[in-house]
């Protein structure tokens, strides 16, 4: 039974599209977050939210719009695709949002803006 | 503002040898410190942390770090390599009294070689 699922594993779509990815967690965490990895494997904090609010926004274009229906699901939605939002994007969830950093991460969302 | 740095993108052992992965920290207060490990096509799993109890971590698979504040580093080590550890670690910085937002190290690729 996987922790952090994430659907779709694989995206691959045109620029100018609008994509989604959807996470959901049963850990029974309050806290969950959207991280991008980009082709040279770097790491980014994107979004947190904890028990459905927003607490963490780095500068990410507003393209980008998460979404919480309830702390067990985060989803990520995408306007305008364009060539550079390819990358895997990664859910991960914790216990707490001012915890010591261990993070559930999901196996990613592989995304290709062609 | 925090920051890690990870020497050496790609590090190859043998099998049976020393695995030594480095990361050097900056972070203007006293930091948490994480390895993370990703297998292919996996999300990230939390090998071992360090928040300021014991200087020397132990964690899963064998795999320590010790953390030594006058050379702000955090290195990873295993004393016999295994077929089964070739990923990408990623070394992460982060600390308590804010949201957590782990600040991820550029990765190092561990080979296993026979």
């Known amino acids: 039974d996987t922790a952090v699922s994430q659907t779709p594993k694989y995206l691959v779509t045109q620029m100018g599209n609008d994509k989604s990815i959807k996470c959901e967690q049963n850990?029974?965490?309050?806290?969950m977050y959207w991280y991008k990895q980009d082709s040279k494997k770097f790491l980014k904090i994107m979004f947190s939210?904890?028990?459905?609010?927003?607490?963490i926004n780095e500068t990410v274009p507003n393209r980008f719009s998460p979404k919480s229906p309830d702390k067990a699901h985060l989803n990520l939605h995408i306007n305008s695709l364009e060539l550079g939002d390819s990358a895997v994007y990664f859910c991960?969830?914790?216990?707490?949002?001012?915890?010591?950093?261990?993070?559930?991460f999901g196996e990613g969302s592989r995304l290709t803006v062609l | 503002a925090q920051s890690v740095t990870q020497l050496g993108s790609h590090v190859s052992v043998s099998e049976g040898a020393l695995v030594l992965l480095r990361c050097n920290y900056s972070?203007?207060?006293?930091?948490?410190l994480f390895w993370y490990v990703q297998y292919p096509n996996q999300g990230l799993q939390l090998l071992l942390k360090?928040?300021?109890?014991?200087?020397l971590v132990k964690g899963i698979n064998g795999f320590e770090a010790e953390f030594k504040k006058s050379e702000t580093s955090f290195h990873l080590t295993k004393p016999s390599a295994h077929m089964s550890d070739a990923a990408e670690y990623f070394c992460?910085?982060?600390?308590?009294?804010?949201?957590?937002?782990?600040?991820f190290g550029t990765g190092t690729r561990l080979q296993v070689t026979l």
């Open positions: 992460a910085v982060g600390h308590t009294g804010t949201a957590s937002k782990l600040t």
């Open positions: 850990l029974g965490h309050d806290t």
């Open positions: 939210y904890n028990n459905k609010e927003l607490i």
């Open positions: 360090y928040t300021s109890a014991a200087t």
């Open positions: 972070s203007s207060v006293p930091p948490y």
């Open positions: 991960a969830s914790s216990q707490g949002a001012y915890n010591t950093g261990e993070l559930f």
